[in-house]
């Protein structure tokens, strides 16, 4: 079964608002979450570490205003694009490292239009 | 930095064809190497892995062997199916951090 959530799996919203993506560990506890962001036919970009209990780190060139990020609890990332524009229409996906050496296991994916 | 360079594509093959994929590696200290799949609209499906040299990672009929001499993980499948075509990722992983990603080859198989 999945080990990853995110919730919605496809939002379509207007130019201005912002929307909010969650991301759950089903599984297990994480202290760890990833963000990553896919353009349609590329590859994912980190966009930022989600940290419980701390600040999220995120990548150069990665707004941290528009792109909040929240670490709520040891099961739940939520990641909130704020005043969302067209631009920043992709795949959204979320991370969290596994038991096993360098393993990572990854939620199905949030597709935003921004209208 | 850690980097993964795959093969550009599309590539597309007629069923039953043999697949390889280049993908080779920079990183530093001892990287896991990974393939993910992404079927068209869904997320990513892990494929295979390995974890140290010389390992080889197998699934569905896939096979790719972690390469340190030519720092490679190629895939390969001797014969594909039209239900493979989909976009491959090579990434690598080093400790709890983010996967680096490979740019992704879309796969296409003709019946």
């Known amino acids: 079964g999945a080990v990853v959530s995110q919730h919605p799996s496809r939002v379509i919203c207007k130019s201005g608002t912002s929307v909010k993506i969650e991301c759950r560990s089903l599984d297990f506890q994480a202290t760890t979450m990833f963000w990553y962001r896919q353009f349609p036919k590329q590859s994912l970009m980190l966009m930022a570490t989600s940290n419980e209990g701390s600040k999220a780190t995120y990548e150069q060139g990665v707004e941290k205003d528009k792109f909040l990020i929240n670490h709520a609890s040891l099961t739940l990332s939520t990641l909130t694009v704020t005043s969302a524009h067209p631009e920043d229409s992709s795949f ?24 | 930095g850690d980097s993964v360079t795959q093969m550009e594509g599309p590539v597309t093959l007629s069923e039953e064809a043999f697949l390889t994929i280049n993908c080779t590696y920079t990183a530093t200290g001892y990287p896991s190497l990974f393939w993910y799949v992404q079927y068209p609209g869904e997320g990513l499906q ?17 096979e790719a062997t972690y390469r340190k001499e030519t720092t490679s ?24 951090r983010a996967l680096t990603f490979g740019s992704g080859t879309r796969l296409q198989v003709q019946p």
């Open chain 1, 92 to 115: 959204y996906i979320c991370s969290v490292p596994g038991q096993g050496r360098d393993e990572q296991y990854f939620g199905p994916g949030t597709r935003l239009t921004v209208t």
């Open chain 2, 46 to 62: 892990l494929l295979l892995k390995a974890t140290k040299a010389d390992d080889k990672g197998s699934n569905k009929g896939f």
């Open chain 2, 73 to 96: 993980f190629h895939l390969e499948k001797g014969s594909v199916q039209v239900s493979d075509s989909a976009v491959y990722f090579c990434a690598l992983g080093t400790g709890r």
